[in-house]
């Protein structure tokens, strides 16, 4: 199965800045990739759709605004939670769709958490 | 809208013991339905993935099956192991390629 990595794996910022969330696929190109965030015992929820060389598609109620994403390679996305509040504290995780499957691979996350 | 439900919300069991995940949706028009298992603070894993066409797919002690008519999958685990503890998510797939995630089932399995 496809490598996906995420950095950082933990991160504590103050409220009011601003957080950048790597996430890369290591033995493949994604043309596509997704975020999703999880709050403590509930479900991932898909935020946007991340596609290389475009803009990303959000989900309904998520703020294109405050959540950046930004695709430029075919192996690296990046979503920013800008101004962040202590009600984004989450855990954040990317997954990328290997072309050749319908199968998605996920990376190890990332907690946030906004003091 | 897609809903997914699975049951039960958390499950203990004895080392050695078979049992079965449930999931449900709402919406049988789907692409392909697909377990994850979630260790605490970690990603995911992949552990099945079915097409709709598909009535089952199994993979060592792991058995997974659809029935998309009636909205159901369960996941089989057969001997159950303390490795095995941990959050097993069931997930469809809908338009597009985007996943639907139930909230899960917390398996602890005790020595």
């Known amino acids: 199965g496809a490598v996906v990595s995420q950095h950082p794996s933990r991160v504590i910022c103050k409220s009011g800045t601003s957080v950048k969330i790597e996430c890369r696929s290591l033995?493949?190109?994604?043309?596509?990739m997704f975020w999703y965030r999880q709050f403590p015992k509930q479900s991932l929820m898909l935020m946007a759709t991340?596609?290389?060389?475009?803009?990303?598609?959000?989900e309904q109620g998520v703020e294109k605004d405050k959540f950046l994403i930004n695709h430029a390679s075919l192996t690296l996305s990046t979503l920013t939670v800008t101004s962040a509040h202590p009600e984004d504290s989450s855990f954040y995780i990317c997954?990328?769709?290997?072309?050749?499957?319908?199968?998605?691979?996920f990376g190890p996350g990332t907690r946030l958490t906004v003091l | 809208k897609q809903e997914v439900t699975q049951i039960p919300a958390a499950l203990s069991v004895p080392e050695g013991e078979n049992l079965v995940l449930n999931c449900s949706f709402t919406?049988?028009?789907?692409?392909?339905l697909q377990w994850f298992r979630q260790d605490p603070g970690k990603g995911l894993t992949s552990l099945l993935l079915?097409?709709?066409?598909?009535r089952e797919q199994t993979s060592g002690r792991l058995n997974a099956s659809l029935d998309k008519s009636s909205g159901r999958s369960t996941l089989y685990i057969a001997a159950s192991q303390p490795g095995d503890s941990a959050t097993y998510l069931c997930?469809?797939?809908?338009?597009?390629?985007?996943?639907?995630f139930g909230k899960g089932t917390t398996l602890s399995v005790s020595s």
């Open positions: 997930a469809v797939r809908r338009t597009g390629t985007a996943l639907i």
């Open positions: 991340s596609n290389e060389g475009s803009k990303a598609t959000y």
């Open positions: 033995d493949f190109q994604a043309t596509t």
């Open positions: 079915i097409q709709s066409s598909q």
């Open positions: 919406d049988s028009a789907i692409y392909n």
């Open positions: 997954s990328v769709k290997q072309g050749s499957t319908d199968t998605q691979y």
